[in-house]
Structures are given as structure tokens and as C-alpha cells.
């Protein structure tokens, strides 16, 4: 998987654009879709999604929020204490997921944010803040597919130009079936090995490829 950028900066990227909402929302109390849409018309998000060095580790979380605000019109602030490290608010968790979702995906934050809205990722903050990041990623792409109106399976049989009738046939799978977890009807995560492994062979794709809620392995980590 291609990602964003180099994952040496990630770490960085994450408290920083965390840090940042955390300044916006809690430090001067605007409204966090006020605060997200000033970062994504402002120069500040294509910088950061691109992988500038100078804004993902060059720029604290606070300073990050006083650009923001400079290039939205808003004036800087006199002062703004970055966060505590110690007390993590759902805000910090939200920039800090996004952040680890752009690189993992490279995504805009702007695309990310026409098909799930920063508040239905703030949303997600219990219960996701006390699970692996990846977790979140997982349900993040559910939640993209499902606005795009588009399954997993779909988009492989798709790739593979199949229509659902061929796919049928290959696999041996009926097509009402087909249908079925293509539009949701039914969770292919659930499905019995044997319909899966069909699917899979049919598609010339391993079995957790096919998965809504695909398993991350050891090597997609490092």
C-alpha cells in the first residue's frame, strides 16, 4: 500500500493535527466543523496531506491552530497553551485518528470528509480511542464504502469485469446471494468458509480481501 507519506513523520503528524483541533475546540471554544472546515479551505491541509515536513513535524498543535485561524481571517490568538499530554480530549483523538487514517489511505482530508463528517468521527471516539488505531481505519472504511454506496465485493467483481451473473457462475455462489452482501442484505464477514473460499478463486483474491472488515497482518504495520 502506497502511503501518504514517509511513516517516520507519523507520529508527529498525529499529535500535531490532534493537538491542533484540541487548541481550536477546547483551548478558544470554536465549534469543531468550524474549526475543521477553516483547516481544510486553508493551505494548511493539501501541506499536510502531501507530507510537508514543515507543517507534520516542523509545526506544534498550537501553532498549527494559530495558522488556522490567521489564514481563515480570524486574527492569532495573544497566547495558546499547547494540550496536556496527560488528558487526552475526544477532539485530540479525532485529529489524531484522521491523521493515521490520511497516511494509511492517502485520502485528502477533504475526501474523508465528504463521506464521513468530522462529527461522526468525534462520534467514534468511544469506543475506538481504547482500540488499536487500526481498528478504526477498518471501521472508517466501512463507514466510506457505505456512503459511496459501494461493498468490497463489488468493487473486486468490478475490477474483475464480472457482472453478477458471472461471478455466479465462476464461483457457484447464487446470485441472490450475490446480491445480497453486495448491497448490505447480508454480512459477508459471516459467511461460510466454502461461499468464501468460491468467491475467492472466482476473483483471483485471497479470502480476506473479500472481508468488509479485513484483518491488518504484522507486515502491513512495519
Same mark, same amino acid.
Given at each position: 500500500?502506497?502511503? #501518504?507519506?514517509?511513516?517516520?513523520?507519523?507520529?508527529?503528524?498525529?499529535?500535531? %493535527?490532534?493537538?491542533?483541533?484540541?487548541? *481550536?475546540?477546547?483551548?478558544?471554544?470554536?465549534?469543531?466543523?468550524?474549526?475543521? !472546515?477553516?483547516?481544510? &479551505?486553508?493551505?494548511? @491541509?493539501?501541506?499536510?496531506?502531501?507530507?510537508?515536513?514543515?507543517? *507534520?513535524?516542523?509545526?506544534?498543535?498550537?501553532?498549527?491552530?494559530? $495558522?488556522?485561524?490567521?489564514?481563515?481571517?480570524?486574527?492569532?490568538? $495573544?497566547?495558546?497553551?499547547?494540550? &496536556?499530554?496527560?488528558?487526552?480530549?475526544?477532539?485530540?483523538?479525532?485529529?489524531? #485518528?484522521?491523521?493515521?487514517?490520511?497516511?494509511?489511505?492517502?485520502?485528502?482530508?477533504?475526501?474523508?470528509?465528504?463521506?464521513?463528517?468530522?462529527?461522526?468521527?468525534?462520534?467514534?471516539?468511544?469506543?475506538?480511542?481504547?482500540?488499536?488505531?487500526?481498528?478504526?481505519?477498518?471501521?472508517?472504511?466501512?463507514?466510506?464504502?457505505?456512503?459511496?454506496?459501494?461493498?468490497t465485493l463489488k468493487r473486486l467483481r468490478l475490477t474483475a469485469g464480472m457482472s453478477q451473473s458471472?461471478?455466479?457462475? !465462476? @464461483?457457484?455462489?447464487?446470485?441472490?446471494?450475490?446480491? !445480497?452482501?453486495?448491497?448490505?442484505?447480508?454480512?459477508?464477514?459471516?459467511?461460510?468458509?466454502?461461499?468464501?473460499?468460491?468467491?475467492?478463486? /472466482? %476473483? /483471483?483474491?485471497?479470502?480476506?480481501?473479500?472481508?468488509?472488515?479485513?484483518?491488518? @497482518?504484522? $507486515? $502491513?504495520? @512495519?
Open positions: 500500500m502506497i502511503h #501518504a507519506y514517509d511513516k517516520s513523520y507519523l507520529s508527529a503528524a498525529q499529535k500535531n %493535527l490532534g493537538g491542533m483541533l484540541d487548541c *481550536l475546540v477546547n483551548g478558544l471554544g470554536h465549534p469543531l466543523e468550524e474549526a475543521w !472546515q477553516w483547516f481544510l &479551505t486553508g493551505r494548511l @491541509s493539501a501541506r499536510f496531506q502531501r507530507g510537508d515536513c514543515t507543517v *507534520l513535524a516542523g509545526m506544534s498543535g498550537a501553532e498549527l491552530a494559530c $495558522e488556522v485561524l490567521s489564514q481563515a481571517g480570524e486574527g492569532r490568538p $495573544e497566547s495558546l497553551l499547547p494540550p &496536556t499530554p496527560w488528558d487526552r480530549s475526544p477532539e485530540y483523538w479525532t485529529g489524531w #485518528a484522521l491523521a493515521y487514517y490520511q497516511w494509511e489511505r492517502g485520502l485528502s482530508f477533504g475526501e474523508i470528509q465528504r463521506l464521513v463528517p468530522i462529527t461522526a468521527v468525534r462520534a467514534m471516539y468511544v469506543p475506538y480511542h481504547e482500540m488499536d488505531v487500526r481498528q478504526f481505519a477498518d471501521r472508517m472504511d466501512q463507514l466510506c464504502r457505505a456512503a459511496q454506496g459501494e461493498s458471472e461471478l455466479a457462475k !465462476q @464461483s457457484g455462489v447464487p446470485v441472490r446471494t450475490i446480491q !445480497q452482501y453486495e448491497q448490505g442484505q447480508k454480512e459477508i464477514d459471516h459467511a461460510r468458509g466454502e461461499t468464501l473460499l468460491r468467491l475467492a478463486r /472466482a %476473483l /483471483a483474491c485471497s479470502i480476506e480481501d473479500i472481508l468488509e472488515n479485513r484483518p491488518t @497482518s504484522p $507486515e $502491513e504495520v @512495519s
